[in-house]
């Protein structure tokens, strides 16, 4: 956690020093939007075949808050990329942006994102106890596994 809050903190400054254009912003929202709409879907997915899956124990609603908690984040993200998406888009309804002017929606879906990223590996490592203690072990390690590599990449 150190370690991210490091890279996060260099990432600023970074930022600070380069300007990334509006353009980017504008790519790279919608890419986001892309991923984190995918990313929903299959966590709603999830939440309703928990729902239809008639159990009532304590990991089974852990898989559930888990899956519910990674779609609100994933659409949270999409709703915060899309007012990206329309601040960058060149002719839009706004002139003159600047960076700044989407530093919210920016922090809120970057957080949101990482919150439902958490989320689904929560789910993906919780799932297999379900069916047993030798694939519980398995997909808690694919799911950590999971979590490192796709933090590593997104630094």
């Not at 559930?64 to 998406?85: C, D, E, P, R, Y």
């Not at 700044?100 to 919150?115: C, H, N, S, T, Y």
């Not at 390690?141 to 796709?150: A, M, S, Y």
């Amino acid at each position: 956690m150190l370690l991210l809050k490091a890279r996060l903190l260099a990432a600023l400054k970074t930022e600070q020093l380069m300007e990334i254009t509006l353009e980017y912003w504008n790519a790279l929202a919608k890419q986001i939007i892309l991923i984190s709409s995918l990313l929903s879907g299959f966590s709603i997915t999830v939440v309703a075949n928990v729902l239809v899956y008639d159990q009532n124990d304590t990991l089974t609603n852990r898989i559930l808050k888990s899956a519910t908690l990674a779609a609100g984040s994933f659409l949270v993200t999409v709703f915060a990329m899309i007012q990206i998406s329309m601040m960058t888009t060149p002719g839009g309804y706004l002139k003159n942006v600047v960076a700044e002017d989407f530093f919210l929606p920016r922090a809120i879906g970057a957080i949101a994102f990482l919150i439902g990223l958490f989320s689904l590996t929560a789910v993906i490592s919780l799932a297999g106890w379900k069916k047993s203690k030798s694939v519980g072990i398995f997909t808690t390690v694919v799911g950590i596994i999971t979590l490192i590599l796709v933090l590593i990449t997104l630094t």
